[in-house]
């Protein structure tokens, strides 16, 4: 299933993709999912970020073959960076050097702690696109990463989740200004989704909404303002974005 | 003004202390505040957190005036942590000591960045005690501190909010098991509490109900489960607490 929320002149709802529509549902984290009988068609539809996460996690050092052997690790980004597809980055140039990082990001369907990979298919809503951008000189000042991590749009997200997809082997490319500037495979994860995810649920509570972003495996580019930004993974499409 | 949130039987509302009762009102984060009408005894209600944050930070190495030799330094925390008056916070044996830290904190009002001084009676809402628990030994395993405060229940905030304090010189006591285990005031910190919440917003947006613990200027004490907790500071009365 490919599941978005959008924008409708009632507010923003949960909807999943039928054909050309996308049908509105009721709650996008319960099961079955129950269809209100609401349709908007899919061409004329804004989407917004798929969720609203109450927590945001990024994995740290986790983009090559040599991180694995460093445990692995996560940081948080504030719930208020999250943005949605189109939406814009602010960069701020007293900051220094900004770069976006394509990164396939879990999002959580149950309240979790302590997930075993076997426990994947009830707790996991599915797989979308994210963007952990970082303003990469901070992190010298700033080794909790929090002065890199959430400036204005800093986390965009989307444009949709899809709920079946193997995250192990899919292709991510970033594109700036309409040039390939980087690409790869989540297979150049150090930890691998499922890894990381487990890892970082047997040190806290997630729950709906909440999403993982599992590591940039080189799929990182500078910005400047200007720029409009593409990333898309393999059976998730394409987030684009701009940055001002 | 004192201001709470309030557990009732329609579900938990936003509350003015009024004499002897709680006079609720529409949206705590208004101005002028709007009261429904509706009232509740003080005595007979339970008090949940003050309010339900997006944003939980806290101050890093802001303990004593050693460290404001170095610059201020801010971490998250999950808001799933956040837990109010009487909860618990649940130890993990696994993961070693464990540490209660009584903390000012202060609660936002409205959205902001890059706050100065003269904005502040206009952008915070209050005051309120905050427990910023750490297992401490996950420090050393991981620096970007996410092992070490996330942690269920992590984040005790509570009982109330005081809209009218001044934050520079509070006495904070941290008994355990009915014996003070450590106590010191608001003085003692590196970054004072005004200078820390400017900080954060130079680097990020904030918005209603985001809470800044502001850091323990030695008010911490080693708790196992079984403890009952009480951190006082001077204005803002005792919150209560329990471990298992």
């Known amino acids: ?17 039928d054909g050309a529509d996308w049908a509105v549902v009721e709650d996008v984290f319960a099961r079955p999912l129950v269809r209100t009988g609401e349709r908007r068609p899919q061409s004329t539809t804004v989407l917004l970020s798929p969720v609203e996460p109450r927590v945001v996690l990024g994995m740290s050092h986790n983009s090559g073959p040599a991180d694995r052997a460093r445990p692995p690790q996560a940081f948080m980004k504030s719930a208020r960076t ?26 959580v369907r149950t309240v979790c702690r302590d997930v075993m990979p076997d426990q994947l298919a009830d707790v996991v809503l599915g797989w979308t696109i994210g963007n952990d951008v970082t303003a990469v000189d901070q992190v010298l000042l700033d080794p909790l990463f929090t002065q890199a991590k959430n400036g204005d749009g800093f986390t965009p997200i989307g444009p949709w989740i899809e709920t079946d997809l193997d995250p192990h082997d899919l292709s991510i490319e970033v594109v700036v200004d309409g040039v390939r500037a980087a690409s790869s495979s989540t297979a150049g994860l150090a930890w691998d989704a499922i890894e990381a995810f487990c ?9 709906p909404g909440d999403v993982l972003m599992t590591g940039a495996p080189g799929t990182s580019a500078t910005v400047r303002p200007g720029a409009t930004t593409a990333i898309s993974i393999d059976g998730l499409g394409t987030l684009v974005g701009s940055v001002d």
Chains 1, 2 share one sequence.
């Open 1 to 17: 299933m490919r599941l978005a929320r959008i924008s409708t002149p009632e507010g923003a709802v949960h909807a999943v993709a």
């Open 82 to 107: 999250v943005v949605g597809p189109g939406d814009v980055v602010h960069v701020d140039p007293r900051r220094g050097e900004v770069r976006i990082e394509g990164e396939l990001t879990l999002v």
């Open 199 to 207: 890892y970082v649920t047997a040190h806290m509570t997630l729950g």
